[in-house]
């Protein structure tokens, strides 16, 4: 197994102790598992709550900072964080404003949070709760009920914070949150499988030459397997099946992620690929970002995530955030 780490059971342990070293603005608790800024809680001010299974990182810990999340709770690899981790974020960011959970569409996060909002909510901790399911690949899968969660969260993470370090209430925060999830769609594709520690192999069979058309962030099974495609092949394919479920009357947003291991030389081409089908398809693009955001440990791949903008929405994306995977405007 030829992977940077010590023995599988700490590999979590071991990434947060380094994020510490790394970021002293942030507060990173390795034993309790949660990543809180600094400088919370905030007088007056929102907090905002997000986390999941380790693996795909700069999400969510990466995330944490002025203008996107006050704090972040990672699980194992692929495994739901427990009601604990979100209960002590949820304590250490609580400002009196409330605090709103951002949640992934699968199984255990879905479950966990419910829990973790019941019981902060009888400690007085007033609680709001956005689920984001903007994959459109498939309507199930192995981890969810409906639809999973993938790129979008980024956009809702970064929008609804930006509203939060204005001083905008919970529910205008919450409102804004939904709002952002209902306007975005994403599809990916993987041209590995990927690899955990404790398994040390891959996590599903792709044989060479051929790629899964509508991955899930877990190596979930896609929509088909198909012979290897070019760049342009898979971006008319992937753009194609984002807009089949989604209109933009609006500019959009942009990502174009990598999974983990495509270099950012092939993401940047298909990049390239992914704005001609949109400007042949009549689609206006405010901004673009490439690069590795929402990843699934070490496998090659891509994902398109497209969010609908108006004005607001727009400014909130643009306003100024300092985080270690997203920053700009400070």
Known sequence: MRMLINVAETVVADALRGMAAAHPELTVDVDNRVIVRRDAPVAGRVGLVSGGGSGHEPLHGGFVGPGML??????????????????????????????????????????NFDMAAELAEEEGIRIAKVLVNDDVAVTDSLYTAGRRGTGATLYVEKIAGAAAEEGAPLERVEALARQVNENSRSFGVALSACTTPAKGSPTFDLPPGELELGVGIHGEPGRERRAMMTSREIADFSVDAVLEDLDPRNPVLVMVNGMGATPLLELYGFNAEVQR????RGVVVAHTLVGNYVTSLDMAGASVTLCQVDEELLRLWNAPVKTPGLRWGV
């Open 70 to 111: 006050s704090a972040a709770c990672p699980g194992e690899i692929f495994t739901s964080p427990v009601p604990d981790q979100m209960l002590r974020a949820a304590a250490a960011v609580d400002s009196g404003a409330g605090v709103l959970f951002i949640v992934k569409n699968y199984t255990g996060d879905v479950l």
């Open 277 to 280: 089908v949109l400007t042949e």
